[in-house]
């Protein structure tokens, strides 16, 4: 399973709106530890992207390019669908 936060990812994208619209949100599981501002996440290529956080968890932005900064993690995969 694929999923994606950002739109420029179409089919990964798609398939996290239909999730979210039947009520439905996706934990996401690294080697066994819930993940947090993830905004991809692959079970079968075993990667997640997510967004860089600081020592207070708060996302690490560039301030030069004005965006959040992000980071690939790879390991064993796990989506697990919950009631939002």
């Given amino acids: ?3 994606s936060a950002n739109n420029s990812d179409p089919v990964a994208y798609e ?3 239909k999730i979210q619209a039947q009520g439905l949100k ?3 599981y690294l080697d066994g530890i819930e993940q947090k501002q993830v905004v991809i996440a692959d079970t079968a290529l075993g990667y997640i992207i997510r967004h860089k956080l600081d020592a207070n968890s708060r996302v690490v932005v560039d301030l030069e390019k004005q ?3 992000t980071e690939r993690l790879d390991g064993v995969v796990k989506i697990r669908l919950v009631p939002q």
């Fill in 67 to 69: 965006e959040a900064v």
């Fill in 15 to 17: 398939a996290f709106q």
């Fill in 26 to 28: 996706a934990d996401v």
């Fill in 1 to 3: 399973m694929r999923l």
